[in-house]
């Protein structure tokens, strides 16, 4: 069975940073289009960072590029977030869709285009 676990979520002040992680179970994180997205309250989920299968190539929204940084290792994807503002406070979902092997598969932030999620992890940004 597949699992996507998430932590590191919690209560920041605008300006601090956070990490989250998602530990991947019955799945191969460091083979997969990984991704993060983020439902802000009142709002739809919107993918903010992505991570391509078999080149690793990266990619963020505008909205988080120079602040997020999105990594992967040990079948674990991390997100470091910098310079938070309120504007960041929502729910982080890690998702994951199927590589194929030998093949570049490019990332995207859509989410139709995932296959596993975890639960979510709630991230406050308040002073």
């Known amino acids: 069975q597949v699992r996507l676990l998430e932590s590191g979520g919690g209560l920041v002040q605008p300006g601090n940073s956070l990490t989250l992680s998602c530990a991947g179970s019955?799945?191969?994180?460091?083979?997969?289009?990984v991704g993060w997205f983020r439902q802000a309250p009142g709002k739809q989920r919107d993918g903010i960072s992505c991570?391509?299968?078999?080149?690793?190539t990266t990619y963020y929204h505008d909205s988080v590029k120079g602040r997020f940084t999105i990594t992967r290792a040990t079948n674990t994807l991390y997100l470091r977030m910098s310079n938070l503002s309120p504007e960041d406070t929502g729910v982080y979902y890690c998702?994951?869709?199927?590589?194929?092997?030998?093949?570049?598969?490019?990332?995207?932030?859509?989410?139709?285009?995932?296959?596993?999620w975890g639960q979510g992890a709630q991230v406050t940004v308040s002073s």
């Open positions: 991570i391509s299968s078999g080149d690793d």
């Open positions: 998702a994951a869709a199927e590589g194929i092997p030998d093949i570049i598969v490019e990332c995207t932030l859509r989410d139709y285009e995932y296959d596993y």
């Open positions: 019955g799945i191969n994180l460091d083979s997969y289009v």
